[in-house]
């Protein structure tokens, strides 16, 4: 596999904000998304055997485990990744942003699937698989990153169409101003939670964090 870096942190998105986690940063993504802030993980990695992974993991003694990227569906052994650290007992969450199938990850509790749908601000709205959706269960979560009004609409219409059975969350462009999108939810009584990227809140864009 390629691999731009693991490392140690809390989660910064999502329901699980805030558990301490470690991260295993695959290199390279099919999506140029306008707003992306790792853009040094399209290229920049190397080479590891998956038991070296699983040893850089086990190293922090941690039981969480985020396979992040770039996106980490680009790389044919991330399911057999994701399989063995389930076998090892721990719990694992994926974050893909939703243009690659997901329907050769197994079926777990201890499986978090935590899936994009890119926004028209992202410039990468075409490419979605939205047949994902039909794969997402109550202990998964879709994540929709809003930079503008027509972002919010457009993910508010694909909440009513699809009617997604997991966690909605929704995330300002980089992270931290929510005060817009909290008012639209709240007029649309929208089932879905606004919330910050915590590493943005207290490590900016500083790497590895």
Not at 89 to 110: F, H, I
């Amino acid at each position: 596999m390629k691999i731009c870096e693991i490392f140690y942190s809390i989660q910064g998105e999502g329901v699980t904000m805030g558990i301490p986690t470690v991260f295993v940063r695959l290199s390279g993504c099919n999506l140029e998304c306008r707003w992306c802030d790792t853009k040094y993980a399209r290229e920049e990695g190397k080479s590891m055997r998956i038991d070296a992974v699983l040893d850089g993991i086990k190293a922090y003694g941690c039981w969480q485990v985020c396979i992040t990227g770039g996106e980490p569906m680009c790389q044919t052994e991330t399911p057999h990744l994701i399989d063995l650290l389930l076998e090892l007992d721990y719990l694992v969450t994926l974050e893909t942003n939703g243009s690659r199938s997901l329907e050769k990850l197994a079926c777990s509790e201890a499986l978090m699937i935590s899936m994009d749908i890119k926004c028209p601000g992202s410039g990468q709205a075409d490419k979605m698989d939205m047949s994902n959706l039909e794969l997402l269960g109550p202990t998964d979560q879709l994540k929709f990153v809003i930079s503008d009004r027509i972002d919010y609409e457009y993910a508010r219409e694909i909440i009513k169409e699809h009617n997604p059975v997991c966690s909605i969350i929704m995330t300002p462009v980089g992270g931290v101003e929510l005060g817009e999108i909290i008012k639209w939810v709240l007029k649309d009584k929208l089932d879905v939670r606004v919330l910050p990227q915590l590493h943005k809140l207290v490590w900016g864009d500083e790497r590895g964090h």
